[in-house]
């Protein structure tokens, strides 16, 4: 007679999912299993080979559930969240930027900027989002630090930081030399080196917002502490002018010149550049987070003009992000992503589904170098997932997972989200945060910023 073999203590097992696993062979793995020890992956395969060697703290029935890694957003204003809908759409960029998006910011305290970072979070990690890129423009990074800790979600954050004078009554120096203190200083605080949940980076606003100097100390700050740097460019044909004018090179061909590009250095939009400037992202491996949605809303030309399918045949790492307030839901990028060039271009093979999942999953992971830990479902990795509700109509009939989870489905269908081994999402609501409170405040912190802003609400119809 044989002996039994011991079974395994695990936290949680969830058999009899559909895995897709975005491991490096892309199994997809129908009737399965994952199990979850600590904050890891410990076990992951058919349910019938899982099941009978774990012992499992809790059981959850995955039958009705495809599994998805948590998805990873590249380019998020936490803090915008406040201001949802108040910017017109028919406004120019830097108009958007300097007479509505910068004061509404601005005119946050540190505590609203607080529950707007939560209000984000809650907004990712319903919808899938399980790790994500701040944009750079948190004023009150301690308080927002501590808000976003509470919900459990993942990330990389930093204070806001721009060093240009633009007057001639402003010290250059000064100014850089405040700035790169301030990136210091908070990379003190906010350490990332042993792969904590939630780290600070050094975030430029980009633009031309930087002088040269603060860009090439931030890039030997991140250097030295095996952090990355992001910052926004190219957008609009405006950075490319000034630069143009100023240098004499266009934005990237001036980074490059610099020696601040690299494999941990991230730039966001991107639209409007050139070959040369797509091969130096290429040669450098510098990362790409584009921004669909926030591309089509602001009218950045992205579909005509951008060079996305050049980046990504010259292998330049692509990766999405949501950008600004009107949305959190990294899946509605998703999609955007696989549609937006094949109407372009008139050619259906570009970004298909795939492709453009592998940007909010495995791509987002390796351009925030955590691509050993988060990104794909594999074992030994963070215990990062979220699980997607077929007994829902956009779902049925399931026929093809990949083609539904980007065509189908959105992040309304999330039902439960894991990070680093915790449920902070079960049956559509978070576990780490009163949502009813959270809602209550965010309205009435709404309608204080907006007041006390005296920029006007704007309707095309009347409000009565």
């Known amino acids: 007679m044989?002996?039994?073999?011991?079974?395994?203590?695990?936290?949680?097992?969830?058999?009899?999912?559909?895995?897709?696993?975005?491991?490096?062979?892309?199994?997809?793995?129908?009737?399965?299993?994952?199990?979850?020890?600590?904050?890891?992956?410990?076990?992951?395969?058919?349910?019938?080979?899982?099941?009978?060697?774990?012992?499992?703290?809790?059981?959850?029935?995955?039958?009705?559930?495809?599994?998805?890694?948590?998805?990873?957003?590249?380019?998020?204003?936490?803090?915008?969240?406040?201001?949802?809908?108040?910017?017109?759409?028919?406004?120019?960029?830097?108009?958007?930027?300097?007479?509505?998006?910068?004061?509404?910011?601005?005119?946050?305290?540190?505590?609203?900027?607080?529950?707007?970072?939560?209000?984000?979070?809650?907004?990712?990690?319903?919808?899938?989002?399980?790790?994500?890129?701040?944009?750079?423009?948190?004023?009150?990074?301690?308080q927002v630090f501590e808000g976003l800790d509470e919900t459990g979600i993942r990330g990389r954050v930093g204070q806001w930081v721009l060093d240009r004078a633009f007057s001639a009554d402003q010290d250059q120096t000064a100014l850089t030399d405040q700035a790169l203190r301030l990136l210091e200083a908070e990379m003190i605080r906010f350490p990332g080196r042993e792969g904590q949940r939630l780290a600070a980076w050094p975030l430029l606003i980009g633009h031309n917002t930087n002088t040269d100097a603060l860009w090439q100390g931030a890039k030997q700050i991140a250097d030295a502490q095996g952090a990355g740097i992001s910052a926004h460019m190219s957008p609009v044909e405006a950075d490319a002018d000034w630069y143009l004018a100023q240098t004499g090179r266009r934005p990237i061909e001036h980074l490059a010149a610099l020696g601040v590009l690299g494999g941990n250095v991230c730039l966001t939009h991107v639209v409007h550049v050139s070959g040369e400037e797509v091969a130096l992202l290429a040669r450098t491996g510098t990362n790409v987070t584009f921004c669909p949605g926030a591309a089509l809303k602001g009218g950045f030309g992205a579909a005509g003009q951008g060079r996305f399918p050049e980046m990504a045949a010259a292998g330049v790492t692509i990766m999405l992000g949501t950008d600004g307030a009107d949305h959190a839901d990294l899946m509605r990028s998703i999609t955007l992503m696989a549609g937006l060039f094949k109407d372009a271009r008139c050619d259906t093979a570009l970004f298909p589904a795939h492709r453009a999942l592998e940007m909010a999953t495995v791509n987002g992971a390796k351009a925030l170098g955590m691509n050993e830990h988060i990104g794909s479902l594999e074992i030994g990795k963070k215990a990062d997932l979220a699980l997607h509700d077929t007994d829902r109509p956009e779902w049925k009939p399931v026929l093809n997972y990949l083609a539904q989870l980007v065509w189908s489905a959105d992040g309304r269908g999330v039902h439960s989200v894991w990070v680093d081994g915790k449920r902070v999402v079960d049956n559509y609501r978070c576990t780490t945060i009163d949502e009813d409170r959270l809602y209550a405040e965010a309205q009435a912190a709404a309608e204080a910023i907006t007041g006390r802003s005296g920029l006007p609400p704007v309707c095309p119809w009347p409000v009565v």
């Open 2 to 142: 044989g002996i039994e073999p011991q079974r395994v203590a695990v936290d949680t097992l969830i058999a009899g999912a559909t895995i897709v696993t975005m491991d490096a062979e892309r199994r997809i793995i129908t009737d399965g299993a994952i199990a979850l020890r600590g904050d890891r992956i410990v076990a992951l395969g058919k349910r019938a080979d899982l099941e009978p060697r774990l012992d499992a703290r809790e059981l959850i029935d995955g039958r009705r559930f495809v599994i998805t890694p948590g998805f990873v957003n590249g380019h998020v204003h936490t803090t915008e969240t406040l201001i949802k809908g108040y910017i017109p759409e028919n406004v120019g960029f830097d108009d958007g930027v300097w007479r509505w998006s910068v004061p509404l910011y601005q005119g946050q305290s540190p505590s609203e900027q607080r529950l707007a970072a939560q209000l984000s979070a809650v907004s990712m990690l319903r919808t899938g989002t399980t790790c994500f890129l701040e944009a750079g423009t948190i004023i009150a990074l301690d």
